[in-house]
Structure formats: structure tokens, C-alpha cells
């Protein structure tokens, strides 16, 4: 289970990495684009987008619906609700480390205000 979660974990931050994926990324979340939309702000080719748009489908990020020759995408929330739970896990554990680092420089000070 660690293999398949830790296999997923590096599909969505392989895809995550490319501004132009994530760039499409942020317009599937305002609706569902075909592909020639989503390829039309960065002057890229259908096949350039394709590629792009295959990394965020293996990634879970994206599924795609064929409908004739029209290709509709539209954003997955799972794999990214899990990237960003991996994400939250590292944000607590070093607040939780932090908190105690002040706790302990301000009962230095304190101490050191004391004269102690």
C-alpha cells in the first residue's frame, strides 16, 4: 500500500512541477475545457497539449471524456486532496517543532532577564 500511495504521491508532484500543467490545472477549476481550449493560451500545438494533458491524467489530476473527436477535461479533487494531506502532515509536525524551539528560546530570554 506505501508503494502505490508513494507511486501516486510522485505522478501528482512530477505533474505539479510543469507551469503549463498547472496552468491548466487552474483553468479546469473555473469548468470543464476541451483540449484545443486548453492548449490555446500557450500557443501549443493539440498534440504538445495531449502530452500535458496524459501527465495530469496518470497523475489522477484530470479525467478525460471523448465524445466524438472532442475531447472534454475536467479536474479530479482526489489526488490532489491527497498530495495536499501529505503536505499537511509536514506543515504539523514542523509547527509542532518550531512551537517548542520558541517555547524554548523565550524561556531562555526569560530566564536571562531574570538574571539567571
Do not use: Q
Amino acid at each position: 500500500m506505501v508503494d502505490n500511495i508513494s507511486h501516486r504521491l510522485d505522478a501528482t508532484f512530477h505533474a505539479l512541477a510543469d507551469p503549463t500543467r498547472r496552468g491548466m490545472l487552474a483553468t479546469l477549476a473555473l469548468g470543464d475545457r476541451t483540449v484545443g481550449a486548453l492548449a490555446e493560451p500557450y500557443a501549443m500545438s493539440l498534440a504538445a497539449a495531449s502530452k500535458h494533458i496524459k501527465t495530469l491524467e496518470r497523475a489522477g489530476l484530470v479525467r478525460r471524456e471523448v465524445s466524438g473527436r472532442t475531447h472534454i477535461c475536467r479536474l479530479e479533487a482526489k489526488a490532489m486532496a491527497d498530495a495536499f494531506a501529505w503536505m499537511d502532515y509536514y506543515r504539523k509536525f514542523w509547527t509542532d517543532r518550531l512551537d517548542a524551539l520558541e517555547a524554548v528560546l523565550m524561556a531562555e530570554d526569560a530566564a536571562k532577564d531574570k538574571g539567571l
